[in-house]
């Protein structure tokens, strides 16, 4: 009898593996063939797509922690009554929208709990903390004083605003729409990566860039999270996946903990800015925007690329300084390498073609899942069992579930802050406080972004800046594109700014560091992605704009100069360890630099670049001076 006790709870949490095994796997399915063949109508297809992902997130919930099973079990099963009433009554609850019946209204706040119950689950509290906060606004800003005061509004109406307004407002909204057709496969599409082995080929290029150059675990820690947290979209994700072999390679040549946790940090949360895939982001600033998602992906490329420029040249001068060993024990197997290029080569090259040609970005996912998994079966080094195959794309299937609740929930915020006109009284009193300075509106809404984005996904946090903050921008002058990807920038680098900084928290977890001083190193190393949204602002060239050629290439230019010249600054090391005096001095540079690029005057290119020549030959002779002393000490002995 206690043989059998024992036995019967184990039995049930395998039927429940088993259960969001298939119903993750029927949610691949769907997706996919949704892609090829309309089974539903877009705004039936959405319902679907919620469905689908509130049972797999409850059901995968209770797997994973194999507690409250009653409260899991009837969320899952208000989910499907919930969104099985909207796909019953779909046509009625169109007719009679924001006029709903007792009962809609009802379905209505269940779905809403299942929003923020979902997210909190799957995200942590603060997404769900900050919607709870505008729900209760809409109910009650009618009480506050002054330029808070919001007109009052039925509880009836707000209801079915953030909840049944299919297809022009809250859950149901354009939000929910992109989750449906064009994140949720890339999320698979980031999960088969794992699966298929792709992930050794990045692992490669790093020890391959890691036995050149002292600082070469460290570079191979920028260079494979970038690469991987392209495709994750999740900083603290990305930490986790490669932080578990960069950091330990990191300490043992000679990093600190702090230092190995901080490079692993600001090299993944950069992964959300680098295309085609930037964390999913791209397509909601596409839907956001109107701009084509291949522009925006083009235009993302070069800052991308010095940000990671910017964060190799700290690693390097970093190792210098410290005079960490060589990765020289690390074997680089080239073979291997090369054949595991075309398992992530192939499908990049298919994102890419396809969307030059122009097919939307539904179709492109097929393709993407469809070309990695086809290149996973092809050598039988790299070909999955059949479980793991499985398991690699309901993996996908939960991660992408994930984001669609969470979708679901940002749909909910973005119909407060309009139905309260939030989104108007913010820009206007952000422009009160600063007037018509542009720099000082700038600081002010990046520091305003790094808050709104602290302790959120790469996507929610874009969203939340990009419908309270950018609107400012746009309002000044500046073009829609430069402003959003300002705002985008500064909200993803709250990852690694201190006091919340997600991406460090996760760093110092796997360095065993101290949080606040991993986090600070963290900000150090991605120092410029806090530089590159102004550079982006002032700079027509990032958005490859040449209508005044010699400026845009000498910013092309100035731009990785300043980088170089404010990391070597920041380590205190050029050819040798600096003194103060030659840090202050070297500091001048990149300053002057910047004031080119913010002034367009020639004077200061010119004047930046004489500094850091003088400061180069300065150095250049005292390190030879050291030398020769140091051999003439060597010939007394």
Known sequence: MLTMFHLKPVSWWKVLDVVVIVVAISMVLYQLINTQYMLLEPLKHSNMHLLFAFVITFLAILRNTRKRWPLMLLLALLAIVSTGYVALFFDDLKARALFNTSLDLA??????????????????????????????????????????????????????????????????????DISANYIFLFMVFAAMITTTGAVGFFTEVGKLVGRKLRAGPA????????????????????????????????????????????????????GPIIPPVMGVVAFIMAGFTGIAYSKIIIVAALPALLYMISAAFYTYF??????????????????????????????????????????????????????ICVMGFIRKKTRPSLSAFVRGLASGAELGSKVAVTCALLGIIITTI?????????????????????????????????????GLPASAAYVLVAITIAPTLIRLGIDVLPAHLFVFFFANFSFITPPVAIAALFGSQLAGGNYVKTAIQASLVGIGGFILPFMIIFSPAF????????????????????????????????????????????????????????????????????????FIFWQIRITRRERQNLGVERVTD
């Open 318 to 371: 970093q190792g210098e300084r410290m005079k960490v060993a060589r990765w020289e024990e690390t074997a680089v197997d080239v073979r291997e390498l090369l054949l595991r290029a075309p398992l992530i080569g192939v499908p990049l090259v298919v994102i890419i073609i396809l969307f030059v040609m122009g097919f939307t970005p539904m179709f492109v996912s097929f393709w993407a899942v469809v070309s």
């Open 219 to 270: 570079l191979a820690a920028v260079v494979t999270s970038g690469m991987v947290g392209s495709v994750s979209g999740s900083a603290g994700a990305n930490v986790m996946i490669t932080g578990s072999f960069t950091i330990p390679a990191m300490k043992k040549v000679g990093y600190t903990a702090e230092q190995a946790g901080g490079i692993e940090s600001a090299a993944s949360t950069g």
């Open 418 to 454: 309009t139905m309260t006109g939030v989104g108007v009284k913010f820009p206007m009193a952000i422009a009160g406080l600063v007037g018509e300075n542009l720099i000082l509106l700038l600081l002010l809404t990046g520091v305003i972004s790094i808050i709104l984005g602290m």
């Open 543 to 614: 958005m490859f704009d040449f209508s005044d050629p010699l400026f845009a290439i000498m910013s092309l230019i100035a731009t990785p100069i300043i980088f170089f010249g404010l990391q070597s600054f920041i380590v205190g090391y050029f050819s040798r360890k600096l003194n103060p005096l030659e840090r202050v001095f070297l500091l001048l540079s990149p300053a002057v630099l910047m004031l080119y690029i913010y002034t367009t005057n020639f004077t200061w290119f010119l004047t930046g670049l004489a500094i850091l020549a003088v």
């Open 107 to 176: 379905i209505g706040i269940i779905l809403i709990i299942l929003c923020l119950e979902a997210t909190r689950r799957a995200f942590g509290i603060v997404l769900p903390a900050i919607t709870g906060i505008f729900i209760l606004y809409s109910f009650f800003g009618y009480l506050l004083p002054g330029v808070l005061k919001v007109m009052p509004m039925e509880s009836g109406e707000i209801v079915s605003r953030l909840s049944l307004a299919l297809g022009w407002s809250g859950i149901y909204g354009y939000i929910l």
